[in-house]
């Protein structure tokens, strides 16, 4: 069974930085596409970053140049680090696990991330 457990979300103030973390049990990072999506209050879930199963990495527009993600395949971590951040990245941060199994795409319960002064 595959189990994603995201970390690192909280407080900070605008400009301020913050690294999260995800946790794969039961599948790897390094064989699969993997990253990350955020949903904000009342918003729908968007896409902001994966990497590819050979370390290619994609951005979504709003966070190119603030956010970078990093794989350990040691540890079968993902990381996201983010920073120049604004309040409109506030939101719930899902970490997220694409597979060729029946289920298709794992998804952690979310770390929530709150930008403000």
């Known amino acids: 069974q595959v189990q994603l457990v995201e970390s690192g979300g909280g407080l900070v103030r605008p400009g301020g930085s913050l690294r999260l973390s995800c946790a ?66 506030t939101a719930v941060y899902y970490c997220y696990l694409d597979t060729s199994d029946q289920y298709g795409r794992y998804w952690g319960k979310g770390t929530l991330v709150t930008v403000s002064s």
């Not at 951005?59 to 604004?86: C, H, I, P």
């Open 24 to 89: 794969a049990s039961g599948s790897s990072f390094s064989a699969n596409v993997a990253g990350w999506y955020r949903q904000a209050p009342g918003n729908e879930r968007e896409w902001v970053a994966s990497i590819s199963r050979r370390g290619f990495f994609n951005y979504a527009e709003s966070v190119k140049g603030r956010f970078t993600l990093s794989r350990d395949t040691d540890k079968n971590m993902v990381y996201l680090q983010m920073n120049s951040l604004k309040p409109e990245d």
